[in-house]
């Protein structure tokens, strides 16, 4: 079973969005820095309550799917369709744009430290224009493994198979069938675990630092660096001396082409100019 290797850095870098969040900003800086089919990765993480109160107001999207992942803090979501959803720490916000959807995301703290992080999943051409739809995970709905040697694993969508178990996440029966773990590793503690060749994969540590690749192959990831893996079906890390938190990523890949425009994703530009239209005549839901 072969082991895939680092293969390509991207370096988060500083970034603001929606009404002056302050975030840090790996996949999605340019369109040469995707991992098809994910297109972005973005991550918040301050005490500052300047940094994220106003929050990301009114905002439409279309073409893709959002996930947002908290791990410390409190957001409220509304949209269009009269969803209103609490996401707290430790909860998931999966949503699918599909034709259009209209939606904000404030945080419900006036202090404290928000974390989190919102990934863009492209959608295929065939499911671009479905209707839109949105869910809530809450904690408890994610299923928390325990490690061999210490760690904790936390299974979004697909399946962790580790130490003799198989678990599967509250997300599944997506054309792009993702794996999205949330990976816990104490000092120098490694982790081992399959991933289809059919799919495209990345890490991103939020917490400390990792070794990637077999022994002949490794190559370090600093903290806050999005790592795009090699081909290959299996995936081999050991985490630094102290420790890491990650987050382990794979799709299968849509090889298709791409046309955005800030929150709308096509294949074509003139999809693209319909989607803007339909905005500016409110008919893009």
């Known amino acids: 079973m072969s082991t895939r290797s680092l293969q390509r850095i991207i370096r988060s870098t500083p970034a603001s969005d929606g009404a002056g969040v302050r975030l840090l900003r790996s996949l999605g800086q340019s369109p040469f820095q995707r991992v098809d089919p994910f297109l972005m990765l973005d991550e918040i993480s301050s005490d500052n309550p300047a940094d994220y109160i106003a929050g990301f107001p009114s905002h439409p999207h279309r073409g893709f799917e959002t996930v947002t992942y908290l791990l410390e803090g409190h957001m409220l979501h509304e949209d269009h369709l009269g969803n209103r959803g609490d996401l707290r720490s430790g909860g998931v916000q999966w949503m699918t744009a599909g034709r259009g959807i209209i939606h904000s995301e404030i945080p419900q703290q006036e202090n404290g430290r928000l974390h989190g992080f919102q990934l863009w999943i492209n959608l295929p051409a065939r499911e671009k224009m479905k209707p839109a739809s949105y869910r809530d995970i809450q904690p408890e709905e994610i299923p928390r493994v325990e490690l061999s040697g210490g760690g904790l ?21 997506l054309s792009t069938a993702p794996l999205f773990f949330d990976i816990r590793l104490p000092a120098n503690g490694l982790f081992s675990h399959p991933v289809p060749a059919t799919h495209n994969a990345f890490i991103y540590p939020y917490q400390g630092t990792l070794a990637i690749g077999a022994s002949d192959t490794v190559r370090p990831l600093q903290t806050h660096e999005a790592g795009a893996l090699s081909g290959g079906e299996r995936i081999e890390l050991r985490a630094g001396v102290a420790g890491a938190g990650f987050l382990l990523l794979a799709a299968s890949p849509l090889h298709e082409p791409i046309h955005q425009w800030g929150p709308f994703v096509m294949n074509t530009q003139e999809e693209i100019d319909q989607a803007i239209r339909d905005y500016e005549n409110g008919e893009l839901v």
């Open 153 to 173: 694993a936390k299974v979004i969508s697909g399946m962790l198979e580790a130490d003799g178990l198989t678990v599967q996440g509250p997300i599944q029966g």
